[in-house]
């Protein structure tokens, strides 16, 4: 099957065209620079500069595959979760294409999109499986059955792994998206210099939650005095750095600890990373590293099927069309939609 991919699900603009599972074109548009200077994502500005992309995206996605609109054997969207308002563009643009085209469209789970990417990059990885998605969004453990089913098994109570990063890169003003540049200071700090908690659930569940770690970094800020800049800050002292690059150890560990103890718990041969978080080099590393100790099949997405993209929708879109799950033209965004 050809089919176009749609995502407009928060800040990146962006279009696919696969053939089955083979991407011939994935163009994304980001808006990082509209949001920098605020610090994170504004919705309403988020929506407008959608409209204003969408059409230069969809060009270019069909330009870079080779094929045209007439070409195209179906339509897949991201139904949400994410901004009502960003998920309406993309939403109305495919419900428009496959009226006019006389194709088939399906709306599509967001976060299933992220499940199924590594299986872009590596089709032979066994299931079942267990994938980390860790973004400025979500933060959770699914599990993907030999049928190809997804079930999720944990997932944060508050903040996002990356919406952590996001928080204590604006507290320092160290600029948007925190992730990258978190990730870069903190090979020059020290990671034993601050103790920072980790969340533990008295339900028993492996659930995440890092509002906790957030605001203990804040009370350190705040009780050693430490600057609290306006972005964009100077170059942060060796104290910041020793501060950055404890945060990241804690949360990294945090993310290693749920998910390794979730994989052991379902004895599954293979375990994924996805999502934006995806492309800390810290947590790659932990993780590639006790897979092998483990021996499990490990992979973690590329950056470019780590951030949000088409490419991942139009993969679970066209299994959705080939099992007949075909949305209608009154399909409406779903911003809580849960997987």
């Not at 994410?82 to 085209?101: C, D, H, P, Q, R």
């Not at 994938?131 to 944990?154: D, I, K, P, Q, W």
Request: aromatic residues 4%; negative net charge; charged residues 25%.
């Amino acid at each position: 099957m050809l089919i176009l991919g749609i995502e407009t699900s928060c800040d990146e603009t962006a279009a696919a065209v696969l053939r089955d599972d083979v991407i011939l074109s994935s163009v994304v548009s980001s808006q990082v620079k509209v949001h920098e200077k605020y610090g994170g994502v504004v919705p309403e500005l988020a929506s407008r500069h959608h409209v204003e992309n969408i059409d230069t995206v969809l060009s270019m996605a069909l330009e870079e595959s080779g094929v045209g609109l007439s070409d195209l054997e179906g339509v897949a969207v991201t139904r949400g979760p994410g901004l009502v308002g960003s998920l309406l563009v993309g939403i109305s643009v495919a419900k428009a294409l496959a009226y006019v085209l006389g194709v088939p469209f399906t709306g599509v789970n967001h976060l299933e999109g992220h499940v199924r990417s590594p299986f872009l990059e590596n089709p032979d990885l066994p299931l079942p499986a267990l994938c980390l998605v860790a973004s400025g969004g979500h933060t959770a453990l699914y599990l993907m059955n030999r049928e190809g089913a997804c079930f999720c098994l944990a997932r944060t109570r508050d903040d996002a792994a990356g919406e952590a990063f996001d928080k204590v890169a604006k507290l320092l003003g160290l600029g948007y998206p925190g992730g990258p540049v978190i990730d870069r200071l903190a090979r020059e700090g020290n990671p034993e210099a601050v103790r920072l908690p980790r969340a533990r659930m008295t339900d028993g569940t492996l659930d995440f939650s890092f509002s906790g770690l957030k605001t203990a970094v804040l009370r350190y800020v705040r009780e050693e005095g430490l600057p609290e800049h306006p972005f964009p800050a100077p170059e942060p002292e060796r104290k910041v750095k020793d501060l950055l690059a404890s945060f990241q150890k804690a949360a990294v560990e945090y993310l290693v600890e749920n998910t390794v103890r979730t994989a052991r718990r379902e004895r599954v041969p293979t375990v994924c990373l996805a999502g934006g978080v995806a492309c800390n080099s810290l947590l790659r590393e932990r993780l590639a590293e006790i897979a092998t100790k483990e021996g499990w099949h490990f992979h973690a997405v590329s950056p470019a099927l780590a951030l949000d993209n088409a490419a991942m929708i139009a993969a679970v879109g066209r299994r959705r069309l080939e099992r007949g799950e075909i949305s209608d033209l009154a399909l409406n965004a779903d911003p809580n939609l849960s997987l």
